[in-house]
């Protein structure tokens, strides 16, 4: 039975939680799959009874080796990874830094640092908490007040 949340070397990972792949993911059988910086979504978490998990990852990149995690999202934009695979070839690390221009209440984001929250939907959306207070929301309660707004996830990139 899937489950709604993991913990994973001590972090909390919940369904919607983003994932990034690292620079490992270039010597793994994903070559050519899977960009390092990629971003994809957690939408299954399987718990074994061996103490490991899986997870189903979604892409909105379309990938012709994938399938739908169980009808989860559409055909050729999910794929379940093994634990081993998810300690080697990803990350958790969502630290952000707006790369674009972005006017939110008058003033340009465009250099700002975060981090990501939560993926809002299937349409490139990041629900992001930013290091200072730009006017916006708590994210739901998920980040500080003043400090959360939704933003195109092609307007941000990882950070160290």
């Not at 489950?3 to 994932?19: N, T």
């Not at 718990?47 to 990938?63: A, H, I, P």
């Not at 999910?78 to 634990?83: A, H, P, S, V």
Request: charge should be negative.
């Amino acid at each position: 039975m899937p489950a709604k949340s993991i913990e994973i070397d001590g972090l909390m990972v919940h369904i919607e939680s983003p994932i990034i792949a690292n620079k490992d993911i270039l010597d793994s059988q994903y070559l050519g799959i899977i960009e390092p910086g990629e971003v994809m979504i957690v939408k299954t978490i399987y718990r074994k009874s061996n103490n490991t998990f899986s997870l189903g990852l979604y892409s909105d990149k379309y990938k012709s080796e994938w399938h739908d995690l169980e009808g989860n999202v559409e055909n050729g934009h999910g794929w379940f990874f093994e634990d081993e695979e998810i300690r080697r070839y990803f990350t958790f690390k969502t630290n952000i830094v707006v790369v674009s221009d972005f006017e939110f209440k008058k003033e340009n984001l465009k250099g700002l640092k975060g981090r990501i929250l939560a993926a809002v939907d299937k349409t490139n959306h990041f629900l992001v908490e930013f290091e200072k207070n730009i006017g916006g929301s708590s994210g739901d309660g998920l980040g500080k007040r003043g400090r959360c707004i939704i933003i195109d996830r092609r307007l941000v990139k990882e950070t160290g």
